[in-house]
């Protein structure tokens, strides 16, 4: 079994804990006593693992917040992003989700009987293709159908799409909803259309998210599916609300 990071921080740990100085004792040496010392109290290396794993926790916390600061601008207001429910609302959440995702797909109900139950709730969708080429492509067409008037219509219809998104069922779909194909397909190259997706990508790193859906909601980074109960939960807390 490969060594982990944290296991071999705590062996190095438990190293500098050998009282020689380098001078007094050779490398294998050193080496026999780490292994001495494990070997008699092994619940060291869980206890070294859990402060490991909570510092890193820490620090990964400290850092997502500090994007949430730096970045909340270009999280909730970015003029490049497409809006549903409230554009006025006092509350934003912001989904980063994938077309081939099937728990995207799984969220989406939750995520509209929200922005039904409460009118107060800005939804900033983020198209962040992340499970191939079709997922990808996918991205661009519905971005591009803004340009007709008609990302919501596409989004929804790539959304409720059964098996996988791809270049020929995307298309398929954009004509379907009444999408000038060709156009759409001209217009999938426009720069706009990239930096979204780049945005998306570098938001996405930032905050630390790893896989799709996942949802900010004020201070709150939600990564996974999620129900309608969590998210107007985490709407509460955003307002400031018992």
């Excluded at 859990?50 to 850092?63: G, M």
Aim: glycine share 6%; with cysteine; net charge negative.
């Amino acid at each position: 079994m490969r060594a982990t990071p944290f296991l071999t921080a705590a062996v190095l740990a438990l190293s500098f804990s050998v009282p020689a100085s380098a001078d007094q004792i050779s490398d294998d040496r050193i080496k026999d006593l780490v292994a001495e010392a494990l070997r008699e109290n092994p619940e060291l290396v869980l206890e070294a693992l859990q402060a490991l794993e909570a510092r890193q926790a820490e620090a990964e916390a400290a850092a997502a917040a500090a994007v949430l600061t730096d970045q909340r601008a270009m999280l909730e207001r970015d003029p490049n992003a497409p809006v549903q429910g409230n554009p006025d609302g006092d509350v934003t959440v912001v989904e980063f989700f994938d077309y081939n995702c099937p728990y995207c797909k799984r969220a989406m109900p939750e995520v509209a009987a929200l922005l039904k139950d409460d009118g107060q709730v800005r939804l900033v969708l983020r198209e962040w293709p992340i499970l191939g080429e079709g997922s990808a492509f996918a991205a661009r067409a519905a971005l591009a159908s803004r340009k007709q008037g008609k990302y919501a219509e596409m989004h929804d219809a790539l959304m409720g799409m059964r098996g996988k998104v791809e270049e020929q069922t995307v298309l398929r779909v954009a004509g379907e909803i009444g999408l000038d194909v060709d156009k759409l397909k001209a217009d999938m190259q426009a720069p706009e259309v990239a930096e979204h997706i780049a945005t998306s990508m570098r938001l996405a790193a930032a905050l630390g998210f790893n896989g799709t859906p996942s949802f900010v909601v004020g201070n709150q980074l939600i990564p996974g599916f999620v129900e309608t109960a969590q998210l107007a939960e985490a709407v509460t807390t955003a307002r400031g609300k018992d």
